[in-house]
């Protein structure tokens, strides 16, 4: 080992010195022995384990069904806001709160409804029957038109067709405008907008 070979070795690995053959070794065996340990690790996979991961992941699996089942019933037992009440494809809600036809208007708006429209006598008679135990009130339904000339229409703008129930009159002097309607027990009235009544929002349910 004279100075010759250990230039030589320089210009490959910056550390060598005379021993630099041993530390070589070490390196090479650490290398080799590595891979063979994780490979071992991977084979020995025991069956006790194998019973522990196929067990939880059948919980995880019945978890998961479990979560999906309440799910849907959540979505379904929540197609209305609570108090308002569900028939056919609609939700209603009764407000028990006195005020005009107008301010009825608004405030249905505000939870996202309409005064009620009587599409079908299904409806008719859904309403008639929670309207019935109510024989004190009376409650504003999306009826209403401009002038006692002109014709009914509901609040989505679709003009009143007597085909499921007439419009009958309260006013006694024609010069007192009753233009907005209210159901009373089974029947429906034209009244004066501006007295206070109960009223029926409606809107679609989800
Ligand atoms: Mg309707």
């Not at 250990?6 to 910056?14: A, I, K, N, V």
């Not at 630099?20 to 084979?43: C, E, H, N, W």
């Not at 006195?98 to 309409?114: A, V």
Request: hydrophobic share 35%; proline share 4%; aromatic share 10%.
């Amino acid at each position: 080992m004279g100075p010759h070979k250990t230039m030589e070795y320089h210009s490959d690995l910056e550390n060598v010195d005379e021993d630099g053959y041993t530390r070589l070794d070490f390196t090479s065996q650490g290398i080799t022995r590595r891979p063979v340990v994780s490979t071992k690790g991977a084979q020995a996979a025991s069956p006790p384990w194998r019973l522990i991961a196929v067990t939880l992941g059948i919980l995880c699996l019945v978890t998961l069904v479990i979560a999906v089942v309440l799910g849907v019933l959540g979505i379904f037992s929540s197609l209305c806001p609570p108090k308002w009440i569900i028939h056919e494809k609609s939700c209603y809600l009764f407000s028990m709160s006195l005020e005009s036809w107008q301010r009825s208007k608004i405030r249905c708006s505000q939870l996202g409804s309409n005064l009620l429209k009587i599409d079908s006598s299904k409806e008719l008679d859904f309403i008639k029957s929670q309207v019935s135990s109510h024989p004190d009130h009376s409650f504003w339904i999306g009826l209403s038109r401009r002038q006692s000339e002109e014709l009914w229409h509901w609040e989505d703008g679709s003009t009143f067709s007597s085909n499921l129930f007439q419009i009958r009159s309260t006013a006694i002097q024609e010069n007192l405008p009753h233009n907005c309607g209210w159901i009373h027990v089974s029947s429906i009235y034209d009244q004066d907008c501006y007295v206070p009544s109960y009223s029926i929002c409606e809107k679609l349910s989800k």
